[in-house]
């Protein structure tokens, strides 16, 4: 500015701050009445500068606004004429409390000169590197640095100075730091908290990032105040990793907690608090290792934790529900629930990957879970012994009005086992399903035993009273027989094995009592045939042939039987032939003083079995074996030297152990030529076979034949 005297007006003319386009506004001073001395000729100027200059800063200061943040490091907003708390300068040129200079260029507190002095002006271009403040950082979000800066602050306070300056001359700085740590910890416990909603709704992934590493290095820094021998600050007292994990399991108790409903029944109630949670427990499962791990490092191993947690919490709802008294609808769906359900979804592939479920341990205990299981299988148990005796006893009526079983196929069936079997295998596998335990699931086919010795009972009313419908019923309980039987010795998983075992017994005695019912007058009708066998008449051949043309006819008789049964009841008749067969030719009737008639009667014993063994083949029998018994029977009569029958006899042994020293003695008899001693020394040779061991697949047949 300069200043020009102007005497003719009387002014003197300054020319101050420049216009819009350049020029200098001019500034008329008046000159002092009374004076004769030019007032140009006073120093009037240097105030009018000062002021000039003044109100030139603040008008560049106006243009530049933008700027000031790259020299403050403050927002445009916070423009005042005050003093700022961090001690940076104010637009005014004020001091500020901690003595830095004004951005003006006036001095600060200590003397300093301002920013501006003899300095261009800061350009719009220059870039923002000043850093945010705490406070900044936080209003932002980024609590990993506003760590940074408070571990800094700490550092500064409790790094050099020893515990007694630090408590006695900086307790506002302390008090301040430890205010500014409790916004930080809420700051984050916020974040952590808004990470678990779907979509991150609350907080951006870069919030959670910055909370997980904020938190991992206020963990660093109260393990190093650990190894430092002298008391923490307050805020360094308590690991953060320990503040972390106690605000999850928090969470995830606020989680799973089910919203009040008023439902019309108790049932309803609890099926619909334990669904959602388990809902709510696999979308937050899902969530964690799809999204929440990825901004978490390794060792943190944060979806092992979430899932303990999970668990933990869901096992402490369970029991809580578990603990009061509940129906038996209740009690079988929280067992199918944490039995199956639960497990089931910890299963899923997705968090398998993650997770180690099989750690995670039943979700109640065995002490929680025995009285819920006694109770359930309590009920399966007698609703499996309801429903077979109701089956038993509509059958049990049918018998009674004197109803034919029904036919199928041309065969007698009955629904008992049928429907019975699907009652037990139904419910066992159910049960096994709900308490998830095999062998609990089995005892509850406890009572079984019992009930198939009523069975038995009925079965054998049936045989006593023989009734016109008998046979027919006989028939159809053999079909029981059977299927109880093949579910018996193929699907002995769904009984205990003392149960299975009784069972098996009680089915064999039935089956034995049934064929002996349909055999025993067959039987009775050959018995004039089976008289001629083993005389004089029976070595001609019409004796044997009108034998097997009755066998052919009486057959007739057996029809009705499922295949199985009836391939069963002939064999057990082709069985009961041959041992009649055999017990009439050993009861001597007929002598065979010579080899000619011993060779005879060994054509005959030989002709006899292959045609015997032929006719039951075809009608469905399948023990083929009995051919080779009466075929080795007859290599006996036929042999003359004493070492040739003393080996067969031995084979014979060898493969029927149950015939006897008898047997072989009547068998030798019908031989007059064969001394006493050397049918004593074929005995002998026999019992030596015996006495060796044998193994017990060989059928029994010789134990059936009687001989005196």
């Known amino acids: 500015m300069r200043v020009v005297p102007v005497t003719e007006c009387g002014f003197s003319t300054v020319w101050?701050?420049?216009m819009k386009g350049g020029a200098c506004c001019p500034?008329?001073?008046?000159r002092a009445a009374g004076t004769k001395q030019d007032l140009c000729s006073q120093d009037f100027a240097s105030p009018l500068l000062v002021g000039c200059r003044r109100l030139s800063t603040f008008c560049n200061m106006r243009i530049r606004i933008p700027n000031l943040w790259n020299?403050?490091?403050r927002r445009p907003s916070d423009v005042n004429s005050t003093p700022d708390v961090d001690g940076t300068p104010d637009v005014d040129g004020t001091l500020d409390v901690d003595g830095t200079p004004g951005v003006d260029g006036t001095p600060g507190v200590n003397g300093t000169p301002g920013v501006t002095d003899g300095l261009q002006a800061p350009s719009e271009e220059q870039p923002n590197s000043v850093p945010l403040t705490f406070v900044e950082n936080l209003e932002k979000f980024r609590v990993y640095e506003a760590s940074k800066l408070l571990i800094e602050r700490e550092e500064s306070l409790f790094g050099e100075m020893s515990e007694t300056?630090?408590?006695?001359?900086?307790?506002?700085e302390v008090a301040n730091l430890h205010a500014d740590y409790t916004k930080l910890l809420e700051r984050v416990q916020y974040i952590l908290k808004g990470s678990m909603s779907v979509g991150l709704r609350d907080v951006s992934v870069e919030n959670l990032s910055s909370a997980v590493k904020a938190v991992c290095q206020e963990e660093e820094r109260y393990q190093a105040w650990k190894e430092k021998n002298r008391t923490p600050p307050t805020w360094r007292r308590r690991s953060w990793k320990e503040i972390h994990d106690s605000l999850l399991l928090d969470l995830t108790t606020e989680r799973l907690v089910v919203l009040p409903t008023t439902p019309p029944d108790m049932k309803e109630s609890l099926q619909k608090e334990v669904n959602h949670m388990g809902k709510q427990l696999k979308e937050d499962l899902f969530w964690v290792v799809d999204v929440v791990k990825l901004y978490y490092p390794p060792h943190m191993d944060i979806c092992n934790s979430y899932a303990r947690m999970y668990h933990q919490v869901l096992s402490n709802k369970v029991k809580g529900i578990s603990d009061i008294i509940l129906v038996d609808e209740d009690v079988r769906f929280l067992l199918l629930w944490v039995n199956d359900f639960y497990p089931g979804m910890l299963q899923k592939p997705e968090l398998t990957a993650e997770i180690d479920t099989e750690a995670l341990g039943k979700l109640l205990s065995q002490k929680d879970l025995e009285p819920l299981e006694e109770q359930y299988l309590s009920k399966q148990q007698s609703e499996l012994m309801t429903y077979i005796s109701r089956v038993l006893e509509e059958e049990e009526q049918?018998?009674?009005d004197e109803e034919e079983p029904q036919k199928e196929d041309g065969y007698y069936v009955s629904p008992v086992a049928y429907d019975i079997i699907q009652l037990i295998n139904g419910m066992v596998t159910s049960t096994e399903t709900v308490v998830g335990d095999r062998h609990k699931a089995q005892s509850i086919t406890c009572e079984l035993s019992s009930l198939m010795e009523r069975f038995k009972v009925f079965h054998s009313s049936i045989i006593r009273k023989n009734k016109a419908n008998s046979s027919a019923y006989i028939k159809a309980n053999l079909g029981c027989i059977e299927q109880f039987r093949d579910v018996l010795e193929n699907n002995g998983h769904l009984f205990t094995e003392d149960e299975r075992g009784k069972c098996l017994g009680i089915v064999a005695e039935m089956k034995q009592s049934a064929h002996a019912y349909l055999l025993s007058p067959v039987h009775d009708s050959l018995k004039s045939h089976y008289r001629k066998l083993g005389t004089k008449d029976w070595l001609k051949k019409s004796v044997f042939e009108k034998l097997l043309e009755n066998i052919e006819t009486k057959m007739q008789d057996l029809q009705g039987l499922t295949t199985p049964c009836h391939q069963e009841l002939i064999g057990q008749f082709h069985r009961e032939v041959a041992v009649k067969y055999l017990s009439r030719l050993l009861k001597g009737e007929v002598k065979l003083k010579n080899q000619e008639q011993q060779e005879e009667a060994y054509t005959v014993v030989k002709d006899n079995a292959e045609t015997l063994h032929k006719l039951?083949?075809?009608?469905?029998?399948r023990e083929e074996w009995l051919k080779d018994?009466?075929?080795?029977?007859?290599?006996v009569l036929k042999l003359q030297d004493l070492p040739a029958i003393q080996i067969h006899v031995a084979t014979l042994g060898s493969c029927f152990p149950d015939i006897s020293v008898k047997h072989v003695s009547a068998l030798l008899k019908l031989k007059t030529n064969v001394s006493k001693a050397d049918r004593k020394t074929v005995k002998e040779t026999l019992s030596d076979i015996l006495n060796e061991p044998h193994t017990d697949n060989a059928p029994a047949f010789f134990s059936q034949v009687q001989v005196k």
């Open 16 to 18: 101050g701050a420049p």
């Open 27 to 30: 500034i008329k001073i008046p």
């Open 71 to 73: 020299i403050t490091g």
């Open 165 to 172: 300056e630090t408590s006695e001359d900086h307790q506002e």
């Open 398 to 400: 049918r018998w009674k």
């Open 616 to 621: 039951f083949s075809t009608m469905g029998s």
């Open 629 to 635: 018994v009466l075929t080795k029977i007859a290599e």
